[in-house]
Structure formats: C-alpha cells, structure tokens
C-alpha cells in the first residue's frame, strides 16, 4: 500500500479536464485520502492540461472559490459547487483483497475527517473508489472512522441507507444532512 493509486489519478485528472470543458460554471475541487495521491492527481492533471489548453479558463475564472486539490487534513472550510473524492486505497491487483489500512481515517478522530469532507460539496459530489463498500471489513475494534468510510461507500453504491432513520427531533444541522 503506496499511498497512491495511479489509476485512480488518471481517471480523475481526466474527470476534471471534463468538468472544466462541460461544466465551467460550477466550481470545482478535489479532496484525496492522502498526500502521495494529491500530488499524482496533480501531475496526472498538468500533462493533461498541456494537452488540453483550451480548459485554461476554467482554471482562473472562479476567483472567490478557486479550484484546489486537497488532501483530507487540509480541506476543512472549503466549500465548492461539485466535489471529487479520491479515495486512493483498494486493492493491488483486480479482486485481490484490500488491506485494512485507510491512512487518517484510521486514527481516533479519523470520523471527523470524513464528516467535514462529506460536508464540502454545494451541489454534488462524485466518488472515485477502486474499493467496495463489502471490501472495508468491520469488527468491535474498528475505528469511528472506518465505519462511516464503509457505510459512505454503501450509501454511494446503493444511493440509500440501511436501516429506519434515526429521528432525533432536532433540525438538520448541516447542508448535507438536509
């Protein structure tokens, strides 16, 4: 486990190069699960702009919400219309297993993290992931963090929750939960 998944930079630099070319009104950032992965999206992205110079608008024209590339601890207060998330980790080689390493989101308050980058997006988000939600396994001893990554990537596959929801009385108190 590198820190990196190239496949998954690729795709996404792509993906941005098709979000500025299609859909320049909405500003855009990209929020990856580790620094190794920002810094290959960033080089995926600026060969393809080479080639591609026909999206460099996009990339100066949303001056009060600029386009970023962010890893998890750094993406907290930065609101954009459509956010990409990179999930980086997955398997090695198709159908193999995934090792039950998720960088931050390991740590005590890795939950904090997820909670503050599912909350990032305006409009939409799309998720980048070469993992399933089945391939994050569960125990009693797994962290906050690693249970909402899994119950994320289900809602993301499934497009609902398990489960009744839990009603609390109280108001939604973020954009995302409304």
């Not at 992931?129 to 596959?157: C, H, P, Q, W």
Request: glycine share 6%; hydrophobic share 35%.
């Amino acid at each position: 486990n590198t820190g990196t998944n190239a496949e998954e930079a690729r795709v996404i630099a792509a993906a941005i190069i098709d979000h500025a070319r299609n859909s320049p009104e909405h500003s855009l950032g990209v929020a990856t699960f580790s620094v190794k992965q920002r810094r290959a999206i960033q080089d995926e992205l600026e060969l393809l702009r080479r080639e591609h110079q026909d999206v460099e608008p996009f990339f100066q024209q949303h001056a009060s919400e600029p386009f970023f590339i962010k890893n998890l601890e750094n993406v907290q207060g930065d609101e954009r219309d459509v956010i990409f998330i990179s999930c980086t980790y997955g398997p090695s080689e198709i159908g193999g297993r995934v090792y039950q390493r998720f960088g931050p989101i390991n740590s005590d308050v890795g939950w904090r993290r997820l909670n503050v980058l599912f909350t990032r997006s305006k409009k939409r988000m799309h998720i980048f992931s070469s993992m399933r939600a089945e391939d994050i396994l569960i125990s009693e001893t797994s962290k906050r963090g690693v249970i909402a990554l899994r119950n994320f990537l289900d809602y993301a596959e499934k497009g609902s929750m398990d489960g009744t929801p839990l009603h609390t009385g109280k108001a939604p108190d973020s954009d995302f939960e409304i």
